[in-house]
């Protein structure tokens, strides 16, 4: 009798491990996934920086360059022909 | 004899069953985790975007002016005086 | 006789004087009519001056403005999220 | 009698003349200074006009090469990294 109540109680026991098994190797799947999208964002976001910085390069370059011509323009006003 | 072995063995499963639910809590708590920190990455880049999109109009300004400084300099240098 | 030749040679510088003086009056009206001219290119080249040196000032300004555009660009990359 | 005094109205016309042809000759020397004054300026101001023009062209070109950015910043807005 005693036996008969162990043995269901131990089968109640492992079905409830395996589910939680089961559950838990979901969890570790969705973990690892999780982690690849972080990761990809994180290193999408740096790519998307790096464009931004040489684009900020360019726009010092056309900035200096703006500036020769002011220089130019002021030098033709002030020496231009009277 | 039979009755101390099922014992024994529901025991071992019990045991197993409260550690896979403890690894289970852990990889749950790890997920909220990770998914408020890919949320809120998410959040910083759009207002990072958002930002960049404002910047874009504001050159899109200094562009407008630009051309019409240039027209301004076009017309006086064709009707300015001989 | 004498007298004869006296009247005519005083009749034909009198004659030269009036034409000399007819060319001189010609040449001063020249004169003052050049002398407007040159007077007016210079009001007009001062004034196309003034004008090229309000233009450089807005050139400036907008130099400027790109230089403040282009400072927001440079904290938004670096400080925006990662 | 009447000889000396044609000889002395022709003396008198003679020196008038003199004086009528030697202030000629003086307004000519002006008339051509200013002339050449005159096309030098014009010369100059030619000169001027063209430095401009060169410089309008390269500021047609900054214009151009900032809306290429422009461009390039609003594809990377719209495409970059979510």
Redesign the interface.
């Known amino acids: 009798e005693?036996?008969h109540q162990?043995?269901s109680?131990?089968d109640t026991?492992?079905q409830?491990?395996q589910e939680?098994?089961t559950?838990?190797a979901e969890?570790?799947a969705?973990?690892v996934e999780?982690?690849q999208?972080?990761e990809s964002?994180?290193?999408?976001?740096e790519?998307?920086?790096k464009?931004?910085?040489s684009?900020?390069q360019?726009?010092?370059g056309?900035?200096f360059?703006?500036?020769e011509?002011?220089d130019?323009?002021?030098k033709?006003?002030e020496g231009?022909?009277?």
């Open positions: 005693n036996a162990l043995q109680q131990k026991v492992t409830k491990l939680t098994e559950r838990n969890l570790e969705q973990l999780l982690e999208r972080l964002s994180q290193v999408e976001q790519a998307f920086r464009s931004l910085r684009l900020l360019l726009l010092d056309k900035i360059e703006l500036t011509l002011r130019s323009l002021a033709l006003i231009g022909g009277s």
